[in-house]
């Protein structure tokens, strides 16, 4: 009795242990990585990802490893990591068109615009879905409006029909951030320079900074009168006309390097402010229609 007992309780130890080391199926992985999404913890959702890929090689697994990665990496604010996860994500996975879209979007965030035309060329849209056509359009203007290809935008932007309340306004502010970038004033650096070096100063205001102009055209004149002044009494040998002279030379030079600089920085800043609120226009309607 005592053997058969230690037998039967070897027996169960040998089925729980055996138990113990099933791995978990596909669909118990997943339902982990759905838990560590909920969790915010995407950096152990994209390691997962990485370690489930080799074990589990279908192209549904694939693409569900891989579309689970590039939202991950979305999070974790890695365009290029996430434009290659969605890469993965296979035509026949229900999730394709998703999978393109964002993908094309990461590919913008890091000014990749072929590559990120390229990824909304692939989809095979119905011409009965519309709402994935024109969306696919609005996408594909606002990197046209990015590259500052407004012929392209132009003929992309007729398909916007402002009918769906996904991305009817982000439509609306598109146009309105194409007539911004249009009315940017093309300002020259070497123009700029070749004024400041004529006036100094006034190549701050041709960039549109008045007020620094204006500062500019006064230290200048002050250090010029002072310099000019030492050459006259004191001879250009003196030590108050080096100074001055040289002080001089370095105010100069900085205010017609600075001017260059200034129409390079002001233009920067303008279309930079434009480029983030394009992207996050471009953003809003695919969180909406594939949430």
Known sequence: MIRFTGFLWFFIFGCLSAKAQVSPSFDEEMKFIQYLI???????????????????????QQSRLAINAGLAYRRLAKPDSAALAFGRVTPDFKLYDKARFYQSLE?????RYIAAHQALDTLQIASVD???YELRQFQ??????????????????RAFSFQ???????????LSF????????????????????????????YAGNTSQG??????????????????????VASPRFIIYGALFSFFYIGN??????????????????IRHEVLFNLDVPLRLVFQ
Not at 107 to 111: A, L, S
Not at 140 to 157: P, T
Not at 164 to 174: G, H, I, R, W
């Open 38 to 60: 909920s969790q915010k913890q995407y950096a152990n959702v994209v390691l997962l990802a990485q370690q489930l890929r080799p074990k589990f090689t279908t192209n549904t």
């Open 107 to 111: 590919f913008t965030r890091v000014r």
């Open 130 to 132: 519309s709402l994935k």
């Open 140 to 157: 594909q203007a606002g990197i046209a409006l990015l590259q500052k290809d407004y012929v392209q935008f132009e003929q992309r932007s």
């Open 164 to 174: 769906y309340a996904a991305f009817a306004s982000q439509e609306k502010k598109l």
């Open 178 to 205: 194409a007539q911004k970038l249009k009315k940017i004033p093309q300002r020259s650096p070497l123009v700029a320079g070749i004024l400041s070096a004529v006036v100094p100063g006034t190549g701050k205001m």
């Open 214 to 235: 204006l500062s500019m055209l006064f230290q200048n004149l002050f250090i010029g009168a002072q310099a000019a002044e030492a050459l006259i009494k004191d001879g």
């Open 256 to 273: 017609i390097w600075g001017s260059v600089l200034s129409v390079k920085m002001q233009q920067r800043e303008v279309y930079e402010t």
